[in-house]
């Protein structure tokens, strides 16, 4: 998605309230079975968080706003393999918190087309806690 | 800075062409001498790809439009230190190519104020090379 899209998202109309004034961050779940190197999971992790500012910035902009002046909190987690990802997603879809699967275009290391990184986020730490708790830092 | 003042400056009257048919990317040079873990390295990335989208994105709006068109290419290179990454974004400037510039909030690892990653680009392939093409893959 360009920026004019994403122009013309955040200029329509909004629908919600007020943030609360609670921690708010954003959960990078990393693909641990990929094996990527520390350079690739950062720039998997840069993808991702690209991505979360577009989405999340026109789906629930409020949060986004309030995340960026709390100095937007990222946490980097272990996760297992896809399928863990998609199950994590899954039960972040069902707590209505956004998602966004960042999936490798495959230039160089991994596999076209693998899972590379799930953002949860930016929402409540509290409610990210409640899916990614368990899980350990990167 | 926020989404409203983002969205204020995109709708601000713009300047410019438009952008050539060749490869962009954005370089992430990280600050190797603070030893940060993967974890954290990845989160700085995150930041940096964040505030580059933020101030490019006002900045520079027709090169992150093609960018992300193009599959938003990102490189994480290792720079020495603090004094390193300072010359490489006065050389980025003097090319009139976009820098960014990550400070750590200090909450983790590393003392805060910590330069821990300079961003340059999102610009032309070539012309980020001429700045970063000495440096090492992270």
Redesign the interface.
């Known amino acids: 998605?360009?920026?004019?899209s994403f122009?013309h998202r955040?200029?329509a109309p909004k629908i919600g309230g007020m943030v609360e004034a609670r921690p708010i961050k954003?959960a990078?779940v990393?693909n641990h079975s990929l094996g990527m190197?520390?350079?690739?999971?950062?720039?998997?992790?840069?993808?991702?968080?690209?991505q979360t500012?577009?989405s999340a910035?026109s789906s629930t902009?409020k949060m986004?706003?309030a995340w960026?002046?709390q100095?937007?909190k990222?946490?980097?987690?272990k996760g297992v393999d896809e399928q863990h990802l998609t199950e994590l997603q899954a039960k972040a879809r069902q707590l209505k918190l956004h998602t966004s699967k960042t999936i490798d275009?495959g230039h160089t290391q991994i596999p076209k087309g693998s899972f590379t990184v799930l953002a949860i986020g930016p929402s409540y730490e509290d409610d990210i806690d409640a899916i990614t708790g368990e899980l350990p830092?990167?």
């Open positions: 998605m360009g920026l004019r122009l955040l200029t954003l990078l990393i190197k520390k350079g690739k999971i950062a720039a998997q992790v840069g993808h991702a968080s690209v500012l577009l910035g902009p986004v706003d960026l002046a100095g937007q990222k946490v980097c987690l275009a830092l990167l």
